[in-house]
């Protein structure tokens, strides 16, 4: 009896080998090529639909695959479909005992999925539960600070960003300075003037990049009506940053107007294109203030030129063609308008994200949508 239980304990753990052995050789031969592997790869190469495939059909060969499961998630958040991404990261978290690196993953993943919903709350809970030390790298750093600046928490977003340039972040964030002018912006576009005003000044005193926050000191400057002040910003963005000039022009054009000052605002044309004559926006100015002044010609002449250089958004024509039509001079506007016609139904000519294409609301720093820092100006 006994030898009949050892014989059969012996048949039993002989076969468990066999089969054991047989997996390891299969295995070992698949390694290079298993779905798993071949679903990194993919990932690497930035196929993601290829990844997609391979790791769906290594969850299926093997459930228990967790970083399978992580990065299938984190594939359907950058597809859009976020809502499937958070269930995945967020089953993964509550019915698994994983591992302390796969599960530190899966919270930033879910992270970053609750963030691109907008679930900004959350994505601060999730955080809280990482160890100190994962808390401190730049992903978590940077999704604190989003975190912070969506809730209106600026003293703690700025730490956050302090924190996150100090932990050799990528270069892709944006410096203390510009980051200070973003703030001023989120401050303003929430109606708080008086933190916006302080973060833009301190803005272009840290960072002459932040050239644009001179765009909004001056904004505010008329709301506290003191459009000297107001005029005085905006001239130093065309002086200290004349590419980003055409940003102020209207403004400066109505501030003027209100002082009864038209003629300066000729000057700053006429200035402008002197150094600059291939600037469409000071060529249009110019031509605009000429024809007010009565030089119909003179406005049309410079106009002509500005339709030698214009860009994609045809200023110089629409400046030549209102003049035109403004003066009933109609055969000679629908002849300027014809090369137009050619363009229309071209592809849409606002300004966009360069990231995510998303069309851009205003001159700022951060594109709304996709949350990429953006350098316009
Ligand atoms: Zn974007």
């Given at each position: 009896?006994?030898?009949?239980?050892?014989?059969?304990?012996?048949?039993?753990?002989?076969?468990?080998?066999?089969?054991?052995?047989?997996?390891?050789?299969?295995?070992?031969?698949?390694?290079?090529?298993?779905?798993?592997?071949?679903?990194?790869d993919?990932?690497?190469?930035?196929?993601?639909?290829?990844?997609?495939?391979?790791?769906?059909?290594?969850?299926?060969?093997?459930?228990?695959?967790?970083?399978?499961?992580?990065?299938?998630?984190?594939?359907?958040r950058?597809?859009?479909?976020?809502?499937?991404?958070?269930?995945?990261?967020?089953?993964?978290?509550?019915?698994?005992?994983?591992?302390?690196?796969?599960?530190?993953?899966?919270?930033?993943?879910?992270?970053?999925?609750?963030?691109?919903?907008?679930?900004?709350?959350?994505?601060?809970?999730?955080?809280?539960?990482?160890?100190?030390?994962?808390?401190?790298?730049?992903?978590?750093?940077?999704?604190?600070?989003?975190?912070?600046?969506?809730?209106?928490?600026?003293?703690?977003?700025?730490?956050?960003?302090?924190?996150?340039?100090?932990?050799?972040?990528?270069?892709?964030?944006?410096?203390?300075?510009v980051?200070?002018?973003?703030?001023?912006?989120v401050?303003f576009?929430?109606?708080?003037?008086?933190?916006?005003?302080?973060?833009?000044?301190?803005?272009?005193?840290?960072?002459?990049?932040?050239?644009?926050?001179?765009v909004?000191?001056?904004?505010?400057?008329?709301?506290?009506?003191?459009?000297?002040?107001?005029?005085?910003?905006?001239?130093?963005?065309?002086?200290?940053?004349?590419?980003?000039?055409?940003?102020?022009?209207?403004?400066?054009?109505?501030?003027?107007f209100?002082?009864?000052?038209?003629?300066?605002?000729?000057?700053?044309?006429?200035?402008?294109?002197?150094?600059?004559?291939?600037?469409?926006?000071?060529?249009?100015?110019?031509?605009?203030?000429?024809e007010?002044?009565?030089?119909?010609?003179?406005?049309?002449?410079?106009?002509?030129?500005?339709?030698?250089?214009?860009?994609?958004?045809?200023?110089?024509?629409?400046?030549?063609i209102?003049?035109?039509?403004?003066?009933?001079?109609?055969?000679?506007?629908?002849?300027?308008?014809?090369?137009?016609i050619?363009?229309?139904?071209?592809?849409?000519?606002?300004?966009?994200?360069?990231?995510?294409?998303?069309?851009?609301?205003?001159?700022?720093?951060?594109?709304?949508?996709?949350?990429?820092?953006?350098?316009?100006c």
């Amino acid at each position: 009896m006994t030898f009949l239980i050892s014989a059969a304990v012996i048949a039993v753990g002989a076969a468990v080998w066999y089969v054991g052995a047989r997996r390891a050789k299969s295995r070992k031969g698949e390694l290079d090529k298993s779905p798993y592997h071949l679903g990194l790869d993919a990932l690497i190469a930035g196929d993601r639909a290829d990844a997609m495939k391979h790791l769906t059909q290594a969850v299926r060969d093997d459930p228990r695959n967790a970083d399978a499961y992580v990065k299938l998630g984190s594939i359907l958040r950058e597809r859009g479909q976020v809502k499937q991404a958070i269930q995945i990261h967020r089953e993964l978290l509550v019915k698994r005992r994983l591992p302390a690196a796969i599960r530190n993953d899966t919270i930033k993943s879910l992270a970053l999925d609750l963030a691109a919903a907008g679930r900004w709350r959350e994505v601060l809970e999730h955080l809280a539960t990482l160890p100190r030390s994962e808390r401190s790298d730049p992903l978590a750093l940077a999704l604190t600070r989003d975190a912070y600046e969506s809730a209106g928490d600026l003293d703690k977003a700025a730490q956050a960003h302090k924190e996150l340039l100090k932990a050799g972040s990528p270069e892709d964030q944006p410096t203390p300075g510009v980051y200070r002018a973003h703030l001023g912006l989120v401050a303003f576009r929430r109606g708080d003037t008086r933190r916006a005003k302080a973060e833009f000044q301190a803005a272009v005193k840290e960072d002459p990049t932040a050239g644009l926050a001179y765009v909004y000191l001056g904004d505010i400057a008329v709301r506290e009506e003191d459009t000297e002040r107001a005029i005085a910003y905006w001239m130093k963005l065309i002086s200290e940053k004349p590419d980003c000039a055409q940003l102020v022009f209207e403004r400066l054009e109505k501030a003027y107007f209100e002082m009864g000052d038209f003629g300066r605002m000729m000057g700053i044309y006429e200035e402008l294109v002197a150094s600059s004559p291939t600037n469409v926006r000071a060529l249009t100015g110019l031509s605009r203030m000429l024809e007010r002044k009565g030089s119909v010609d003179e406005a049309l002449r410079v106009a002509r030129e500005a339709v030698k250089h214009q860009g994609s958004t045809f200023e110089g024509h629409r400046q030549l063609i209102q003049i035109l039509m403004r003066h009933e001079r109609y055969e000679e506007a629908a002849k300027a308008a014809e090369p137009l016609i050619a363009e229309l139904g071209d592809e849409h000519k606002e300004r966009t994200c360069p990231n995510c294409e998303t069309a851009l609301d205003g001159y700022g720093w951060r594109c709304d949508s996709c949350r990429a820092w953006i350098n316009e100006c």
